[in-house]
């Protein structure tokens, strides 16, 4: 069963609108009033850990990261951003394996849990990569939430689900993250493969950047997830410009055709 | 005539716990694909056959075993240098990018992706590309792109793009990433054929395997020309994949002394140098679980060194396990020593050799004493140093 951070998944009317920011990103005081207003312009929020590599993102999630990271943003200096941000929706930490390997997992979901963390996502971590590891965040109060990718095969579609305690997100197109390719034309059939072997809810992101994209990917997904033109937004303006942009995207989630999920 | 490989000491892909597969899902696909192909070819003669083939008509193996006695004298032993140095494009990188495109033919993939650091892994695949008429794109860091302006010539000459990389440390590391990138968007029409014995699984076994010419060759020469075993082999380790090559070829040899090279830059102590086994810590990058440069916040940390092929803050998921286990012994040597070790095998055995190895000739240099003057000591030169001769000219101010 569906724990209740993400039940806004699962409304008939309209799809939920995932926010992805880089946590200190442009610095840590700014960050913590952008964490702040998208959790209340969006239904459930993403803080990226920033990381050295971080190979599955595109230029701008790229230097969001450069910067927090000359900023002296860290991994304990995310989660305590998230405590201290008086956050208002849901919280996925959004990280690469190796800063939370080198924090200790065992602490971290501790530490992430009390921070106000609801699920994880872990980019370079595939279901099936290391079972130790997943068998500690199954036993943990935070959700893994997996990935499923436009290359998955039909029976790793089913094993993913398996692993999954929550919803799955599924990477819309190939490639790295940010605006530039979004998802084509097919992404309905891709949405309906994976439908076909899970009757979790279903995030759609990467590439997504406007309100008619978001508005084409809400009649297919219970989830839209926008990061890279949030974080761009916030660069060029500031916490008004994110928020401005977070006011653009929400109706657009809205369903024309009634709901999408034969459970809801 | 049949190969006979290393027995194959991963499970499931692992060394140990090193190794296994940290990629976004995206990759997992071809992963399997490219493992499940390479199993089957592992013990497929014919496979074998055309690569020997290559390796013979193309890229001039087998290579010879030279005798260096003025620098044997210098360090007290029998010198024997495996001239890695001598096959096409000047290093053994060509043994792998050979290996890698046969496999990418049997995929029908057509365009091939490469990240290079000083530009020896992407010349020896822009030039296996042109060989067999494939598409290459090679990633280097925009740092190195403007040291060694001669490889990126060759690499265009060779029908290669070079796509300059100007992220991060603008070095081999972030060349990696943006080589990564491209493989996530390009998946289904490309191969990444990855330069050292790096990366998620398969890609460490597989470019060992390819490698492991060297330590076949070198085994059969040394035995036929002292009669006897090498008493201690030497390699260079950046990522590792001549060393592993050479290793392979020894690991069952319980009396030979297996030693690998890091670099130990401007000093261990200046915290700037490449010596991940001896200063790094376990921890996941580009998809393999290994020794890893990285501060206390698991960013991983610049590394530096003279010679660019060895600047790199991972190593392949195999010597982390030899590391831990014993059987292969890392030490490291800073960039004064190699420069002089560079200098010292030009002066005495008339062999310019690769940055890269001049870490292995100074290592040696530097243990003098440690061998009888009969006793045979092997060292893989695994490139030349034609590359490398205009750096070392402005860095030791003898360019004009």
Known sequence: MLGAPWDSLCRPDKSALIAYLTAGYPDRATSAGALRAASLGADILEVGVPFSDPVADGPVIQRASFDALAAGMSLRGTLDLIAESDVACPVVLFSYLNPLLRYGFERLLADAAEAGVDGLLVTDLPVGADPAIEALVAASPLDLIPLVSPTTAPARIVEIDARASSFLYLIGRLGVTGAGVPPDAGLPEMVARVRARSTRPLAVGFGISTPAQVGAVAQVADGVVVGSALVQALGRGGVPALEALLAELAPACARTSGPVHSRV | ?400
């Not at chain 2, 199993?39 to 003669?45: A, F, I, Q, Y």
């Not at chain 2, 010292?344 to 870490?359: K, Q, V, Y």
């Not at chain 2, 009888?372 to 030349?384: E, K, N, T, Y």
């Open chain 2, 1 to 400: 005539m049949a190969i006979s490989l290393p027995p194959e000491r991963a499970i499931e892909g692992r060394f140990g716990p090193y190794g296994g597969r940290y990629v976004p899902e995206t990759l997992l696909a071809a992963l399997g694909e490219l493992s499940a192909l390479y199993d089957g070819l592992r013990g497929d003669e014919a496979f074998w056959v055309e690569f020997g083939s290559i390796l013979r008509d193309y890229v001039g193996r087998p290579t010879p075993l030279t005798e260096a006695p003025r620098l044997g004298a210098e360090i007290g032993a029998r010198l024997l240098l495996k001239r890695e140095d001598l096959n096409h494009t000047g290093a053994h990188k060509i043994n792998n990018t050979v290996g890698q495109a046969l496999l990418a033919l049997r995929m029908g993939k057509r365009r091939i992706i490469a990240e290079t650091g000083a530009g020896q892994h992407g010349v020896a695949t822009a030039t296996i590309c042109a060989r067999f008429g494939l598409e290459c794109v090679v990633y280097m860091g925009a740092e190195d792109v403007a040291r060694q302006a001669l490889n990126v010539y060759r690499m265009r000459l060779l029908g290669a793009t070079v796509v300059p990389v100007d992220a991060g440390t603008r070095t081999l590391k972030d060349a990696t990433n943006e080589a990564l990138r491209d493989w996530v968007a390009n998946v289904p029409t490309t191969h990444y054929i990855i330069g050292s014995v790096v990366g998620p699984d398969p890609y460490p076994r597989m470019v060992r395997d390819f490698q492991s010419v060297i330590g076949r060759e070198s085994r059969a020469q040394v035995l036929e020309r002292t009669g006897r075993l090498p008493h201690t082999v030497v390699a260079c380790v950046g990522g590792g994949s001549n060393a592993i090559g050479m290793f392979s070829g020894f690991l069952d040899d319980a009396a030979v002394d297996l030693v690998g090279v890091e670099a130990a830059g401007e000093g261990m102590e200046s915290g700037r140098h490449s010596a991940t086994l001896l200063a790094g810590l376990p921890g996941v990058l580009h998809g393999t679980l290994s020794y890893l440069l990285q501060d206390a916040d698991g960013q991983v940390s610049p590394a530096h060194s003279v010679s660019a092929g060895l600047d790199y803050p991972g190593v392949g998921p195999e010597h982390a396990w030899l590391h831990d286990t014993g059987r292969v012994e890392y030490h490291a040597v800073d960039d004064q020593a190699a420069l002089e070790g560079f200098a010292r095998l030009a002066r005495t055995e008339g062999i310019i050799p690769a940055l890269e190895t001049a870490h292995a000739v100074a290592w040696l240099r530097r243990e003098r004493g440690r061998w009888q003057s009969d006793d045979p000591v092997l060292l893989c030169l695994s490139g030349r140093g034609d590359k490398d001769v205009a750096h070392v000219a402005a860095l030791t101010g003898a360019a004009s």
